[in-house]
């Protein structure tokens, strides 16, 4: 945080300022009302509630909170899969944002970064990332106490699975049949690659339930 003190005042207005409007935030607080139930539940502040809850007290405080800079750290596309809509490719955005925040009084002020993350199927990438970077800043200027869960955006977004090739599910599947032992002999030979595309795609918890399976028949002849 910089500090930029325009007045000849021993301590800038811009500081106590900032602590009145922290205490009000701790009084008044800023409740998880909103859910996500889509992938799980989860309770979450969204961007409106920051703006109800704060904009009232910067103005009581003569506070003004402007970004100054805003630095772009990464763009690009991820494939995805949206619950209820399928496989799609979805943009994803980093950003740096520096804000400035100027007390009316004196016109002190000071400065400071937070970082932003969006991914979205759509064209909200951009304002997910600056509204999680806004989040982020006055939660921690103004020490919000963050409880429960974090944060989540209302579109829960899951990255797809890895691929797993034919022959190798298809030899994979024939080890399990034959129990635990070859199963595990077999897991153990392949590459680590391979290994990680039958782990997170699930189908390896699948392969060993089946080779458990294949041994108790085995032992039942």
């Known amino acids: 945080m910089t500090e930029q003190n325009t007045s000849t005042a021993a301590v800038p207005a811009v500081h106590a300022a900032i602590v009145r409007a ?11 009302d909103r859910t996500v139930t889509a992938g799980g539940t989860f309770k979450y502040r969204g961007i409106d ?8 007290i910067l103005a009581e405080q003569q506070l003004a ?16 899969t949206v619950q209820g809509k399928g496989e799609r490719v979805s943009r ?10 100027t007390c009316a009084t004196d016109g002190s002020s000071v ?18 990332a600056l509204s999680y970077a806004y989040k982020n800043a006055i939660f921690q200027v103004f020490c919000v106490p963050v409880v429960g869960q974090p944060d989540t955006d209302q579109e829960v977004v899951e990255i797809a699975a890895p691929v797993v090739e034919h022959d ?7 080890a399990a049949n034959d ?14 690659e391979q290994r990680v595309a039958l782990s997170k795609s699930g189908n390896h918890d699948r392969l060993k339930q089946i080779a458990k399976l294949a041994d108790a028949g085995q032992g039942e002849m």
């Open 22 to 32: 922290a205490d009000e935030l701790r009084k008044r607080g800023i409740a998880k």
């Open 168 to 174: 190798l599910l298809a030899s994979a599947e024939a």
């Open 179 to 192: 129990g635990t032992k070859a199963y595990q002999d077999f897991f153990k030979g392949v590459t680590k």
């Open 111 to 128: 400065t400071f970064q937070s970082l932003g993350e969006g991914i979205d199927s759509g064209d909200k990438a951009t304002g997910k």
């Open 92 to 101: 994803e955005l980093r950003i740096l944002i520096e804000y400035v925040i």
């Open 65 to 80: 909170i402007r970004p100054s800079r805003i630095e772009v750290l990464s763009a690009g596309t991820v494939k995805t």
């Open 49 to 56: 509630a920051v703006y109800e809850a704060l904009s009232p």
